[in-house]
């Protein structure tokens, strides 16, 4: 196949085969212009193996060729004239018409790096490993522009042909490319613009893998653009509407800068209030700092409150019992001693009964006053915290008129996430504020039920005076009977006694309760004290005091937000003095923009003859591939490809 190659390329030269119509016809201008034909051999796997250069011209006489080239070996196509080469430099006669003489290279070296892999079942391959191979492959060919070489990379535009065979490959893609069916085979064109890398990817699935040659040319971009055919109304259009818009901006910049004075004033007004606000919410910081202080020390007294509130508790349960248990037996013994029951007691029976009367009353005397003891410190230590309570109240109820106020000037802000923030800061505090006020009602009406207690206790009528009496009642009847030498008169003054002691004790009406009633309403009233402050009044203040907690860290946050915002005030009115500037600026850029429209619009159409001229080749001069010393080269262009794989030799026609 290489032979064929080379001994064909003179015809391709000769028929400007080069590119289909990239193909440049050359012209007489000068007697020794050329054009360099490159070609370069590439293994299967993009790297070059061989280039050599097949240098053309167009001779209007007999005359002698010079001409330079780092050549390993030259060779005359065109006629059998001898060409001399020293170092360098190569002289051949020419005859007149068309001359071709070739070149091989010392460096083999292009343009475009090229490399190419392949890949079979997902495993990357060599091209001599894929041969005859079957699965689903990938082919990938990237080329990367060498710097050196920039004036071709730049101005070149790259096509690389892939042709697979419709009997080896099938389930072919190939994005990117233009596809076109020849006699079985699917021809896959690749266009790279010039300046751009090519990452192509070829999948498909192969039978026994036979590849003919990837082959890539290169020639210089040069596109037929004609200007007489373009419509040009819509750019003046735009140049028009670019032009209003511009006086359009200049109007604009001055209401920009008119607009900005005036939020400076206004930035000025909101800083001065924001300065306020945050003398406030200092206010507010200390002010919350000794209520959370207060509530600690209140909840404390509370919890030790409690404490004394739950023995009274206690007491008055051992009160009651004991209470139960002396009308229990004062009424068994009213009974036998009247003989009711079928029971009558004798004397000695009888004495020892009172006896056991007399200590379980001890017993009641004692839990009496441990439980009259217990209600006075209670009631004592109540009067000292509902103290700390009012003084706490008060503090309450000046933070609610602070955040209210504080509130107001909030509200005159424009709305940001700082501003709703601290708004509802404050409605958090006052509604933990009120919720300790509305405590203080409950605080207070426990206390007052407590001095009831106390007061019950040790008051006129009271428990104490009932217990008194009563103990000097059995005394006497005691003391008595001791008198007495006969059996009957002892048995009489105990009835006697006893009698008196069961109506005082047992017995009561609707207006006037016995005195074990009296213990037990009063044991029970003591109990419902105890019950609602545990149950209703303690977890209050237990809450009130979290709350405060919570309210001193917001009044910490809101006191940072506020300054935060005033901070942002003076930064943004710093803003809007640096705007105004720029306003300023901006009228006077604008006004300038408007005078100097024309002469960027030109400089614009400039750049679009530039993009024109480009895209037509205009401007572009080729210089030469092989040596910077042949200054008269009219056309260099490029063609390489790879050897073929999985050809036989028969097939390759060799």
């Known amino acids: 196949m290489k032979q064929v190659w080379k001994k064909t390329m003179a015809v391709f030269v000769s028929a400007g085969l080069l590119l289909g119509n990239g193909a440049s016809v050359l012209a007489q201008e000068k007697p020794v212009d050329k054009e360099e034909n490159v070609y370069a051999n590439l293994k299967a796997d993009g790297s070059v193996s061989g280039v050599y250069v097949v240098n053309g011209y167009q001779l209007d006489q007999k005359e002698t060729i010079t001409d330079y080239g780092e050549y390993e070996a030259v060779k005359n196509l065109s006629s059998d004239t001898k060409i001399e080469q020293k170092e360098d430099r190569i002289?051949?006669?020419?005859?007149?018409?068309?001359?071709?003489?070739?070149?091989?290279?010392?460096?083999?070296e292009l343009p475009w790096e090229v490399s190419i892999q392949y890949v079979l079942e997902g495993k990357e391959v060599s091209a001599k490993e894929i041969a005859g191979k079957s699965g689903e492959t990938e082919i990938h060919i990237q080329t990367k522009a060498v710097e050196t070489y920039s004036d071709f990379t730049e101005n070149y535009?790259?096509?690389?042909?892939?042709?697979?065979?419709?009997?080896?490959?099938?389930?072919v893609q190939a994005e990117g490319a233009m596809q076109a069916n020849v006699s079985g085979e699917k021809q896959l064109t690749y266009t790279v613009i010039p300046g751009q890398d090519a990452d192509i990817e070829i999948r498909g699935k192969a039978t026994d893998f036979e590849m003919d040659s990837i082959v890539l040319k290169a020639v210089p971009l040069s596109f037929d653009v004609k200007e007489e055919q373009m419509d040009t109304g819509v750019l003046k259009e735009k140049e028009n509407a670019f032009l209003n818009g511009v006086e359009q901006l200049n109007a604009g910049s001055h209401q920009l800068a008119a607009g900005i004075s005036g939020l400076t004033g206004g930035g000025t007004a909101l800083s001065r209030g924001l300065e306020q606000l945050g003398d406030g919410a200092d206010i507010l910081d200390v002010g919350a700092a000794a209520l959370?202080?207060?509530?600690?020390?209140?909840?404390?007294?509370?919890?030790?409150?409690?404490?004394?509130?739950a023995q009274v508790a206690g007491n008055s349960q051992q009160m009651q019992k004991a209470s139960a248990q002396i009308a229990a037996g004062l009424t068994k013994l009213e009974q036998q001693l009247n003989g009711q029951g079928g029971e009558e007691l004798q004397l000695t029976?009888?004495?020892?009964?009172?006896?056991?009367?007399?200590?379980?009353?001890?017993?009641?005397?004692?839990?009496?006053?441990?439980?009259?003891?217990?209600?006075?410190?209670?009631?004592?230590?109540?009067?000292?915290?509902?103290?700390?309570?009012?003084?706490?109240?008060?503090?309450?109820?000046?933070?609610?008129?602070?955040?209210?106020?504080?509130?107001?000037?909030?509200?005159?802000?424009?709305?940001?996430?700082?501003?709703?923030?601290?708004?509802?800061?404050?409605?958090?505090?006052?509604?933990?504020?009120?919720?300790?006020?509305?405590?203080?009602?409950?605080?207070?009406?426990?206390?007052a039920g407590l001095g009831q207690l106390s007061a019950g206790y040790q008051g006129e009528n009271g428990i104490q005076k009932g217990l008194e009496q009563t103990q000097q009642a059995l005394q006497t009847m005691n003391q008595k009977i001791q008198t007495l030498s006969s059996t009957q008169e002892k048995l009489a003054a105990l009835r006697q006694g006893v009698h008196q002691l069961y109506a005082a004790y047992c017995e009561g009406n609707q207006e006037t309760p016995s005195f074990h009633q009296a213990v037990i309403q009063y044991?029970?009233?003591?109990?419902?004290?105890?019950?609602?402050?545990?149950?209703?009044?303690?977890?209050?203040?237990?809450?009130?005091?979290?709350?405060?907690?919570?309210?001193?860290?917001?009044a910490g946050s809101l006191k940072a937000a506020t300054w935060a915002l005033r901070d942002g005030s003076r930064t943004l009115l710093n803003g809007l003095g640096s705007a105004e500037s720029g306003a300023t600026a901006l009228q006077e850029g604008t006004a300038a923009l408007q005078g100097e429209s024309n002469s960027a619009l030109a400089e614009a159409k400039s750049k679009l003859e530039e993009i024109k001229n480009k895209l037509t080749g205009e401007g572009f001069t080729p210089r030469s591939f092989v040596s910077e010393k042949n200054t008269h080269v009219k056309a260099v262009q490029f063609v390489a490809k790879t050897e073929a794989i999985g050809k036989t030799k028969e097939k390759d026609g060799k």
């Open 523 to 554: 044991t029970d009233g003591t109990d419902a004290l105890y019950q609602s402050y545990s149950h209703q009044l303690y977890p209050g203040i237990e809450s009130v005091a979290g709350g405060m907690e919570t309210l001193d860290q917001g």
């Open 157 to 171: 535009l790259l096509q690389i042909t892939a042709t697979l065979s419709g009997k080896h490959f099938s389930d």
């Open 91 to 108: 002289t051949v006669e020419g005859e007149k018409g068309k001359f071709y003489y070739q070149g091989n290279l010392k460096e083999k």
């Open 292 to 309: 959370a202080k207060g509530s600690s020390d209140l909840k404390e007294g509370a919890k030790n409150w409690q404490s004394g509130l």
């Open 349 to 447: 029976e009888a004495i020892g009964a009172v006896g056991q009367l007399t200590e379980q009353f001890g017993t009641l005397v004692q839990a009496s006053a441990q439980l009259g003891q217990g209600i006075s410190n209670a009631y004592n230590t109540g009067l000292e915290l509902e103290g700390a309570r009012t003084a706490q109240d008060g503090l309450a109820g000046q933070s609610i008129a602070t955040n209210e106020a504080a509130a107001a000037q909030l509200a005159q802000l424009e709305d940001s996430p700082e501003k709703t923030a601290a708004i509802q800061a404050l409605t958090n505090s006052s509604a933990v504020l009120g919720g300790y006020q509305t405590l203080g009602a409950g605080y207070g009406q426990l206390v």
